[in-house]
């Protein structure tokens, strides 16, 4: 038996503030930001907190990578999608696939994956889970 969760993070690549859409309910601006704990999470369970997590925390590690590139980024916006599945009678996260759409001048589609595969690696989110992920890019001109 497999659960699955999905949540979008879009939001201020300064303050680390954004919105997050998940299926059961919206976290709004004012109340998600990386330095908290969901305490605001009302409607959403736990696993879309994780995928709410994950896309932020990697969204945020990229726009650190493209920084130290010298690029600023116009707009990221990254869903996660996780599947959860029953590891020795406990419900694990398995897989988490991460689609991200960018929009960052100047930048090659070649460089931009490098920089995006390289941040996938070092987020803190990414190294906590003993999950295979995969990330896929659409990068707007």
């Known amino acids: ?3 699955s969760a999905s949540a979008v993070w879009q939001g201020d690549l300064k303050t680390g503030k954004g919105t997050v859409s998940t299926a059961s309910g919206v976290l709004e ?3 998600y930001s990386f330095g908290t704990r969901f305490e605001n999470g009302k409607g959403t369970n736990p696993e879309e907190l994780i995928a709410a997590a994950h896309a932020g925390c ?5 726009s650190a990578s493209l920084g130290q590139k010298g690029f600023t980024p116009e707009r990221l916006a990254t869903k996660a999608d ?3 599945e029953q590891v ?9 696939e991460l689609h991200l759409d960018a929009k960052v ?3 090659e589609r070649a460089e931009f994956e490098e920089i995006a595969a390289d941040a996938k690696k070092n987020c803190p989110v990414s190294r906590v889970l003993n999950a295979s992920i995969s990330l896929q890019v659409t990068l707007q001109s």
């Open 1 to 3: 038996m497999k659960r």
């Open 88 to 96: 020795e009678g406990k419900w694990t996260i398995t897989t988490v």
């Open 29 to 31: 601006a004012a109340q």
């Open 58 to 62: 990697f969204s945020m590690a990229l």
């Open 105 to 107: 001048p100047g930048i």
């Open 82 to 84: 996780l599947t959860l």
